[in-house]
Nanobody, 121 residues
Framework: QLQVVESGGGLVQAGGSLRLSCAAS????????MGWYHQAPGNPRPRELV?????????NYADSVRGRFTISRDNAKNTVYLQMNSLKPEDTAVYYC?????????????WGQGTQVTVSS
């Protein structure tokens, strides 16, 4: 079983920065893609991808954050980071980390409990 724990959320003014961290621990093997998703308060839509990074370093970003957010990964520590710059009020959401695990597809996705990011105007 894998545990995924996020940290680093908080309250920040528009234009500010935050750095989120996500650490995977437990029975770890074959962690493939890791990513960040968010869900805005009161939004009934499913969690939306913010950014992801594959084990080979390939990255993918939502259009709304490209150029402002940077995802990175430390494979030795099984940790992924999300550096968020030039934050906007519309970035306010709960941010969830996901880790896709498995030697072959279909991978199993593990979720963290989420961390709140609030951007004030």
């Amino acid at each position: 079983q894998l545990q995924v724990v996020e940290s680093g959320g908080g309250l920040v003014q528009a234009g500010g920065s935050l750095r989120l961290s996500c650490a995977a621990s437990g029975r770890i093997s074959n962690i493939n893609t890791m990513g960040w998703y968010h869900q805005a308060p009161g939004n009934p839509r499913p969690r939306e991808l913010v950014a992801s990074i594959a084990s080979d370093g390939y990255t993918n970003y939502a259009d709304s954050v490209r150029g402002r957010f940077t995802i990175s990964r430390d494979n030795a520590k099984n940790t992924v980071y999300l550096q968020m710059n030039s934050l906007k009020p519309e970035d306010t959401a709960v941010y969830y980390c996901a880790a896709d695990v498995g030697a072959r597809r279909p991978w199993v996705r593990y979720w963290g409990q989420g961390t709140q990011v609030t951007v004030s105007s």
